[in-house]
């Protein structure tokens, strides 16, 4: 779904669309698109040692310095360049399908690896479990989510993380549907990664980081 050409268009097209037509696109989806089904529970066995955070900053500070890292979706760059500062990674690869709206300080960064192209497009590229973390922050839509945690989820280390942005599920005008919730609610619980981290950010768009099991 998500290498398709009329798929990377829309994205180009919503990455560049003025915010009140990005709401008005939001509204008109949420007018067609039905709401996904309610999410199975994460099994409380891997919620026992979940960290609770105040926001996404603090999270990063938890995370080991340096090491190969991975964010989908990158957009203005904002949350990239506290990555770099934060963790300080040896290496941080940028998927995104245009760097056109990204803040030069970010692109010209030396551990900054660029790749212009569809998230699933870039995963697949290799089965190697290559990155001690992946943040995904790319299309919230429900299919989309779940195209991304199966390219990914081979692509982090054993004892990695899978992160999410904007861990909430949520059907209303303005935001129209996100799927984040229902996505990585079912991975979870199908797949047994306990929840590492969880992290507290404003209007309960919660970040979620899932560690894979270290065997």
Sequence with gaps: MTDGRGYLAELLLRRRMPEGLKTLGRL????????PPPAPPIP?????????????AEMLRRFPMGGRVCELGTYRGDFARIILDTVQPDELHLVDVTFA??????LDHAAVR???MTTVAFLAASDTADFDWIY???????????ADIAAAKHRVKPGGMLVF???????R????????????CEFAAAE????????????ALYDIALRRPAG
């Design 114 to 116: 660029r790749h212009e």
């Design 44 to 56: 409380q066995g891997q919620l026992e040692g979940c960290v609770l955070l105040n926001d996404r």
């Design 173 to 184: 005008p303005g935001f129209g549907v996100f799927g984040v919730h229902q996505a990585v």
């Design 192 to 203: 047994g990664w306990a929840v590492a981290y969880l992290s507290m950010n404003g209007e």
């Design 28 to 35: 008109a989806r949420l007018a067609f698109q039905p709401p």
């Design 165 to 171: 942005n904007d861990f909430a599920r949520i059907v």
């Design 101 to 106: 709206l990204c803040r030069q300080d970010v």
């Design 136 to 146: 995904v922050d790319a299309d919230h839509g429900y299919e989309a989510v779940v």
